[in-house]
């Protein structure tokens, strides 16, 4: 019983972080990125488990398509805490000071699942 309590409580705690993000994203990101099209930056359904610079159709910086960093929960974190000292000469100009938002962003971009195109 106290297990499945525990689950539940983690549960919530992870959707809360969710839906968080997802405000967080739209407050400080959204003016740049959207889910599904680019706009100044890349979309960033998909993002998790992608290798950086990898949207054919999106013109990255050379330091980011060169980068061969794998997308993770961690390198996120990493880029939005400081993406220059993650990647020298990328573009981004802006970092996500505190460390929870960096987080919650994080928990709401692992989320955005790649849509799967009909056979």
Same mark, same amino acid.
């Given at each position: 019983m106290a297990a499945a309590a525990l689950c539940l409580a983690s549960a919530s *705690?992870? *959707?809360? @972080? &969710?839906? %968080? $993000?997802? #405000? &967080?994203y739209q407050e400080h990101c959204a003016g740049c990125h959207s889910v599904d099209t680019h706009g100044e930056g890349p979309a960033? %359904? $998909?993002?998790v488990g992608r290798r950086a610079g990898a949207l054919k159709d999106y013109a990255y910086s050379p330091a980011l398509q060169? @980068?061969?960093l794998l997308w993770t929960r961690a390198t996120l974190k990493a880029w939005l805490t400081d993406p220059e000292a993650l990647i020298p000469g990328q573009a981004m100009d802006y970092r996500l000071d505190? #460390? %929870?938002e960096r987080e919650d962003v994080v928990a709401y971009l692992a989320t955005l699942r790649r849509l799967i *195109? *009909?056979?």
């Open positions: *705690a992870s *959707a809360q @972080s &969710v839906e %968080r $993000g997802r #405000a &967080v960033h %359904r $998909g993002v060169n @980068s061969k505190d #460390a %929870r *195109a *009909a056979p």
